[in-house]
């Protein structure tokens, strides 16, 4: 069986979105829009990398409602991500969900991206070629 990866994002506002792009391209994920794509069916030795901005401290609506009804394999290996404009409260939130459903959660990446909560003023120029190169850093290392 061969292994694929998943690159499962949300975002609001596009900056989660060049990330979750950013590592995808680094590792040959197939990418998926919570918005727009149901989750995929996931096999045991498949890797999942899910990644989402950060709105009233906590992922969007989108993202946990996508999760909510989604079956992992016990054991499976993730990753999570995300960007944000003040802390990445998300990500243990991400997390916890996931571990809920038997994954193991290995590693966690995140970084700035712009704050248009915060009229843009936040974060301008974020996420910058070094957070993505840094996210793909992240992802080949999650992989392995
Ligand atoms: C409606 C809204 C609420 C936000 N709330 C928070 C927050 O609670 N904490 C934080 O650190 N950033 C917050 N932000 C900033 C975003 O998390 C940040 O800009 C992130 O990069 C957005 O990702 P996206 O472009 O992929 O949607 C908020 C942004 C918006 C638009």
């Given at each position: 069986m061969t292994r694929k990866i998943y690159v499962v994002y949300g975002s609001l506002t596009g900056n989660t979105r060049k990330v979750a792009r950013a590592m995808a391209e680094t590792v040959g994920a197939t990418l998926v829009d919570v918005r727009r794509e149901a989750l995929p069916k996931v096999g045991p030795e498949d890797v999942v990398f899910v990644g989402d901005g950060v709105y009233g401290g906590r992922p969007s609506q989108a993202m946990r409602r996508a999760l909510s009804a989604w079956a992992l394999p016990m054991g499976i290996k993730a990753a999570v991500f995300g960007t944000y404009?003040?802390?990445?409260?998300?990500l243990a939130i991400l997390e916890k969900i996931l571990q809920g459903k038997g994954?193991?959660?290995v590693d966690r990446f995140s970084c700035l991206g712009r704050d248009w909560f915060l009229?843009?003023?936040?974060?301008?120029?974020?996420?910058a070629q070094e957070d993505l190169q840094a996210a793909r850093e992240f992802a080949k290392k999650v992989v392995g």
């Open positions: 404009g003040g802390r990445p409260s998300q994954a193991q959660v009229l843009g003023l936040v974060g301008r120029g974020r996420p």
